[in-house]
Every structure is written in C-alpha cells, then in structure tokens.
C-alpha cells in the first residue's frame, strides 16, 4: 500500500474522530442547555408568596386552553399579553425579557387557539373548523373575565404584540369597561402596506450600504405581487427590520423553563400555518382605520424604530390620529419586531418607569 493512501485513511480517521467529538461535545450541550440550565433558571426566578407562578389550564369557549401567571405581588396590575402569529405564543421566550417585569406587574400568558400548549390540548383539525376572529376575540373576553375574577381585578391591562396588536385592540376597543391601558407593540396598521413600506426601507438601506448585489436582488422585486412577500422579508431579516428565527431564538426557546421538550415540538410543526389560516385570511385585508382611531382608555404604542415587518411609520401615522383619554408613542432604538427582547433595557424602562406611573397615578 502506498504511503499517500495510508495517508489519507490517517486523515478521513482523524476527521471522522474529530466529528465523533464535535457531535458528542454539541448533544452534550444541548443537554445542559435543554435540561440543566431551564432549572437554574426556575430556581433563580422562584416566585414566593405573595406573588404568584401557575400555570393551568382552563375551559375557555368550550375547550381547554393554557394559562400563565407570574408576578411577585397580586396587588400589582395585571397585564394579559396577547401574543402574535397568528399561532405564535411568546410563553417559551418570556424568560429573555419579562423576568424584570415581575415586581411591578402580574403578566399572564395566553396560548391561544391551535396555538403553543394549547395546541396539544384538542385536535387542532377540529379546531380549525370553528377558527375565526370571532370566535378568537370572545376567547379574549372569556380569558379576561377569568384573570380578573382569579386575582379579584376590576380593570386589567392589555399589551398586544403584532396579530396580537390587532386582537387586543378589537379587545379594548369592543369591551374598554374591562381595561385600564392598551399597549401595542409591534402594531399593525395596514397588511397591505406593510410589504411595499418594508420593501422601500430595505431597498433604501441597502443603497446607503452601498450593497450592489443586494440592490439589483431587490429592484427585480416588485413588492405590490404577494408571491415576493418572502424574497423581501429576506431581507428585512438581514438587515434587522423584522423577525428572525435566528439562533438567539431556539437558543431562547430551547432553554425555556416553562415549555416541556415535547410542547416545543409544535414550533416544528410544517402544519403550524395551516392551522391559524382562517386568521391569516382575515388578516390579509385587515387596516386598523376601518374600526376608527376613538378609544375610551389610554393607548400606549412602543414601537422600535428599526421594525419593518409591521412598519414603525405607519404605525407612528395612524397613532397621530388616535383619540384617547391619554396616549402615548414611544420610539425603542436598535430595535425591530421583537421589541422586547431586542432593545430589553429601553423598553422594560418605558414599561416600568413611564407607563406603570401614569396608570396608577390614581
């Protein structure tokens, strides 16, 4: 055998160990990560009484859906955070930006319909056939009535984030007697700008990057045909303007305390769109100005100034047009669609600091 074969077989061996190690070191981690670091985690961040860490689940129209509660003192207001998507639950995330919340708010977490834990909970096929705005919006009654009848509240707070921004202000604007404070981040305004706005802000940036290719990637995207939706959104991920699935965020989700592995499962589901569709298609035609701009309860906006996915200017437009007993926009820095978790300093300051103040100034 000639001395180049041996070699080579020496080399193809050496690689093969070194991949043998790289996997075992790589599952290793995962590992802690997966199983280790989520009870650090819960044991750093124990809620004692009188505050409050339950999770449940309770028949909210007709079916079971998944609750969350965490606070570190029931006299404190309650937020419900109504999540985005549709179908996309911030549950698994809430440790990368709510744990600073906790000692001045309770924050409860709703899966919705076919959605998270919820998800698990009813077979979603059965599901999907009763799935619409309506029936999503008298769910936010049903959840409402409950949170404030468990912790004895007589208003509670709405925080919206994207399709959550559109749920939770039909919320407020429908039943306003049951809430104290609307607060909407990453708001939608109008789906059908939100492609051509983003488009135009890519574009813009990548000219000041002077970025050719990414320049003539773009110009052969007209943004007004809905098939170049993700050809654009592409972009708005590589230039921060919108929600990456990056790996900052399985990191997040991997780690969660308050997920099992298995509920996690759901965010690999292939289906997972197809099982909020109905809402989707509502969405699809949805503008924010065909439900009027006269509220009945403070509205805040927290907007980062960075988010193109549901553009920060037509956002900062429409809320110019808003009438409310007090309102109030503010501007996040470095900060796109995940507002919370992108610039977590700035906007745990507004929450805490700025907006509690003024809500319970009374």
């Keep these: 055998m000639s001395k180049s074969k041996v070699n080579i077989r020496t080399i193809i061996k050496k690689i093969g ?48 859906q998944a609750l ?5 003192n029931l006299d404190n207001p309650v937020i419900l955070y109504v999540h985005g998507g549709p179908g996309m639950p911030m549950m698994p995330l809430l440790h990368g930006f709510q744990y600073e919340w906790e000692s001045d708010f309770t924050i409860v977490h709703w899966d919705q319909r076919n959605a998270g834990k919820t998800f698990y909970l009813s077979d979603p096929e059965i599901i999907l056939e009763t799935l619409t705005i309506d029936t999503v919006l008298a769910d936010a009654h049903e959840v409402t009535q409950y949170i404030k009848k468990k912790l004895n509240k007589e208003k509670i707070i709405i925080l919206g984030h994207s399709w959550g921004s559109v749920l939770g202000t039909m919320l407020v604007r429908e039943y306003p007697q049951y809430y104290s404070a609307y607060i909407g981040v990453g708001q939608i305004v109008n789906m059908k700008e939100n492609t051509p706005v983003g488009y135009h802000a890519a574009l813009e940036f990548a000219i000041s990057k002077g970025n050719k290719r990414d320049i003539a990637a773009l110009e052969k995207l007209d943004p007004e045909l809905g098939e170049n939706f993700w050809g654009i959104r592409k972009y708005l991920n590589k230039y921060n303007m919108a929600e990456d699935y990056s790996f900052r965020l399985i990191m997040l989700a991997v780690t969660s305390p308050h997920y099992k592995f298995n509920e996690l499962m759901y965010y690999l ?29 403070p509205v805040f906006y927290i907007m980062g100034e960075r988010d193109y996915q549901t553009p920060y200017p037509l956002a900062k437009s429409f809320f110019e047009e808003i009438s409310a ?38």
Excluded: C, Q
């Design 17 to 64: 160990i070194i991949f043998a190690v790289l996997l075992i070191l790589s599952l290793l981690l995962l590992l802690v990560l997966r199983f280790i670091y989520p009870s650090v985690l819960r044991a750093n961040h124990k809620i004692e009484s009188p505050g409050i860490d339950l999770m449940e689940t309770v028949e909210i129209g007709g079916i079971n």
């Design 68 to 72: 969350y509660f965490r606070g570190k």
């Design 269 to 297: 589901n292939v289906n997972t769109f197809h099982y909020s569709e109905p809402l989707f298609n509502f969405l699809d035609d949805f503008n924010m100005r065909d439900n009027g701009a006269n509220y009945e309860i």
């Design 325 to 362: 007993p007090h309102k109030e926009f503010f501007s996040v820095p470095n900060a796109s669609h995940l507002t919370m978790l992108d610039n977590k300093d700035e906007f745990n300051r507004i929450l805490i600091e700025v907006i509690k103040p003024l809500l319970t100034s009374d």
